[in-house]
């Protein structure tokens, strides 16, 4: 059975090259989200077990999604956040976030992936 | 003693022997004395005893072995004889000697009478205080009382009779000259009256006023001539005191640098004395005055004065006829060359020396002239400097130690910046009424540190109008040197209110300014992220996706590279619509009114645009380029125009740039960053951004940008 994934990103050019992205690597995309508040609803709907979670969203950052979703309790989510800017540029908030980890998107593929839930 | 016959008696009488010593030999008694009875003593109203000599003797009386026995003839007493009381028993002896010598008595008795009579006189010659000489024609003093002999200087009569009286009498300096008037005199030595100063034996300086008087014998020639003198030392000496207080009384007169001037009571200008035409005024009238002495002297006082509106000089002098002191007056005097002086003077009664009226007034007074002079430009620089002080534009007033504000001591602009009345200041306390209560004690602390000795310095506070307005004001408090027994202290402030708003808004624009900066860079950064950057992003996946399916399916990444162009053509596009965004190349490269052209062609209604083709500062362009840029946008968002029209012209130094709409108007430029920014932009340049947008009347921006060469 192939892991499920949630891509949750505000600009549908991402969504779509991550899509392809992760089905050529394997994954199954069981949804995508355009902004924050609506990604603790469709966890719980939609258990995937990686959400790919852009940290710029129009209405919250990834961070706070992400401390949102370590309240979920009795459920395993694996959170990788995305971002068009460098890991440099966050300095220790992705360290003490919940997520496993951080890919810049240029850098995006189903190898990192992989790596990082492994 | 052997007795004398009566017959002896009569021939030692005949012989001349003294009457006494006569009876004394017929009687044999050396003892005997013989006194005569005069009716009327001289000087008295009485009868009386006297001694053959004359002198005053007293009643005769029996006892102690002698009798008195009283010669009578007819009835009446003349003599009375002391003899030994033995002859007693031998009567007829008495009675035959005093019969016999009856003729020689009443004749003795005559003589004593005389002497009597000569020593009276005497004696009153020597008392009198009169001086009483007698010279014979030769000038030899022959008598002289007691009272010409203490003037000459000597003790004792006999010390002077027999000198010449020019030796005792003058001195000898004069002498020569006086014996040659004598013997001018001579022989009538007629009366005469003259006066004489000499130095007597005693060395003492006398005065004698002398009247002399020819004595003549019976055949009317001049025996003798009479001086009745008398000793006027002490009086000359009392006049030449006089005198000499007189002349220093006309010295200081004359020298004083008052005027002073005598008038009569009716207030007419007097001469000095009748001997003496000259005005009786001092050298500071006259030199003042400058009149000839005959056209003062006579003219009244009030003549003089230049007018007398009020009528005190008038009355001043009144007042001083009247016999009292008059009070100050300050008159003009007309000198004779038509000038005129200030004077202050007063009129004084005073006692006329010369004698010919009880009262005269002295005109006494000060030149105040000089004094007046400096008093008017006195008062002059005071108008000029209060003149400064109300037309400064800074804030000016006086207080005392304790922060008290003097009468009338704030200037125009302090009364009108506070809006106070200028009787209602004085006697207030500064920090209470003119300052923010809540800075009162700041403000009251700096002043009370100042009159203590601080420095004095700048400082800023609230001050509060009546009307309870604040006004932020910088003031100092600096003590002012003492001018009279007060120490005062000026404020003076300037009120900073508009200054500090017009900071406030530099600083305002400055921080919109800042802001609209970060804006533009977040907006700018937000689009870069939001569109090229998510594009070569997506464009990066996509290829990393076309190498990995590049061998196991070809067709599919085909289909993946043809995506990729189309993204990489979005994003180069997006890339240049955000540097024109950023800065117009058009407006660098080509100027103002090709970019304004590029703007009106993408606006989406119609747009009219006149613009200057040639090449303005950079600065200039831009802030146009923005202005219209922005209006544009604005008439595009909200206006719901269905036209524009834009106009640049230069007017007066400056570009002037109008954006007008035919929409719904209501534009607010308090409302939105983007009119706000402009204005910012706008103010930059020191130009002025104006926005008239009545509500459906369309909407018309007017920048003025100021042209520097």
Known sequence: MSPTALIVDDHPSFRASA??????EGFEVVGELEDGASVRAAVLTLDPDVVLLDVQLPDMSGFDVCAELEDYAGRTVEVILVSSRDLSDYGELVETSCACGFVPKGELSGDLITALLA | MNRASISELVVALENGAPLRDALASALGDDRLAVFYWLDQRQGTSRGGWVDPHGHAAG????????????????????????????LDGEPELLDAVTAAVGLALRNDRLQAELRAEVAFWDTVTNTVPSLLVTVDTDGAIRNLNAAAVDVAGYGEKHEVVGRDYWDVFIDPSERAEVVARFATLAPAFPAGEYENVFVNARGDRRVVSWRTAPVHDENGDVIAIVSGGADITMRRKRELELERERDVQTTVFESMPSIMVALTRDGTIRDRDVDNPRVGANRAFRRVVRWPDEELVGRSFLDLVVEDEDGRAARAIETAAAGDMSEEVESELRSADGSSRVFVWSAIPIADVTGRMDRLVLVCGADITERKRLEVENELERAFLNAIANNAPSLLCLIDADGVMTERGANIAFERTL???????????????????????????????????????ERDNTWMTKSGRLLSMAWTCTPLPRIDERTLFLVTALDITERKRADDELRASRTRLVRAEETARRGLERNLHDGAQQRLVALSVALRLVESRLDTDSEAARELLTGAQTELAQALGELRELARGIHPAVLTDRGLRAALETLAARAPFPVELEAPSDRLSADVEAAAYYVVAESLTNVARYARATS???????????????????????????????????????????????VDSPPRGGTTIRAELPLRD
Request: hydrophobic fraction near 40%; charged fraction near 30%.
């Open chain 2, 644 to 690: 524009a029209r834009v106009t640049v012209g230069r007017v007066d130094g400056s570009l002037v740039v109008t954006v007008t709409d035919d929409g719904v108007g209501g534009a607010d430029p308090g409302q939105g960053s983007g009119l706000r920014g402009l204005a910012d932009r706008v103010a930059v340049l020191e130009g002025t951004l104006e």
């Open chain 1, 19 to 24: 899509r392809a992205m992760l089905e050529a």
């Open chain 2, 59 to 86: 009643e005769p009386s029996a006892g102690d072995g002698r009798s008195v026995k009283l010669v009578e003839n007819d009835g009446t007493r003349i003599a009375a004889i002391d003899y030994d009381a033995a």
């Open chain 2, 419 to 457: 809006e106070y009345d200028p009787e209602e200041i004085g006697g207030q306390v500064f920090w209470e009424t003119f300052v923010d209560p809540s800075e009162a004690d700041d403000v009251r602390a700096a002043v009370l540190g100042v009159a203590a000795g601080e420095a004095p310095a």
